[in-house]
């Protein structure tokens, strides 16, 4: 976590979650100390980056992105991550698809809301997400059960999915850098993935809550 969130207090921490997309269906949500979250639905990157401007006061805690944020030069891009969880939870490649396969809203805002969070906010925690199959490998078929277990009152979010993914995100964001989430699927890479420890975006976490 960047030094300037453990400056802020605990009861003023904020969370990012963002599910990048393209016109309006780019969720994005706030996630406080005391569980509550907002929700919106933006149009990319920048719009996204404005809302978080103009609603935080603070250094964000951390970012949670539901989308690749290293990428692999091997066959369909797909990453040894997406391999384990494909395999841990007998997910299908429809479900935790490899990057060739995902539309280019996701591949090019996820990164891009990245590297202007960290424009506005330097060295500020990111970790990747993967919400559907958070919900699949819990065993949760809803979002309102997630968000039970988790503790969080969403205040504005009307059953849409985009943004439901965001705050799950923001809570994965919470819970691996509040030391919850142990596990980290970014420490095991083939040698044809970017290392999201030092790549150019880096550095990037993906936690993740093996139970």
């Known amino acids: 976590m960047a030094l300037n969130a ?29 569980g509550s979250a907002r929700t919106w639905g933006v149009d ?26 290293w990428w692999s030069s091997g066959q369909s891009s797909d990453r040894e991550a997406d391999k384990w969880l494909r395999k841990k939870y007998r997910l299908i490649h429809g479900e935790v698809q490899a990057s060739n396969s995902l539309k280019g809203a996701a591949l090019v805002q996820g990164i891009m809301f990245v590297q202007r969070m960290r424009e506005r906010f330097p060295a500020v925690g ?11 490998a819990l ?23 985009h943004e439901r993914d965001a705050v799950i995100s923001a809570v994965a ?30 550095p990037i976490q993906y936690f993740w809550p093996e139970t």
């Open 44 to 69: 990319c990157a920048d719009e996204a980056v404005n809302v978080i401007v103009a609603n935080v006061k603070s250094f964000p805690a951390g970012v949670g992105v539901d989308a690749p944020l």
């Open 6 to 34: 453990l400056l802020v207090s605990e009861r003023d921490r904020v969370w990012i979650g963002a599910d990048p997309g393209g016109k309006k269906n780019f969720g994005l949500a706030i996630l406080k100390a005391d």
């Open 173 to 202: 964001s919470r819970e691996g850098f509040e030391g919850r989430w142990l596990k980290d699927l970014s420490t095991n890479c083939h040698s044809s993935e970017q290392d999201p420890s030092r790549f150019w975006l880096a």
């Open 126 to 136: 990111v970790t990747e997400s993967h919400p559907k199959a958070v919900l699949a």
């Open 139 to 161: 065993k949760m078929r809803t979002g309102r059960q997630f968000f039970q277990q988790f503790s969080v009152e969403v205040k504005n979010q009307d059953n849409r999915e």
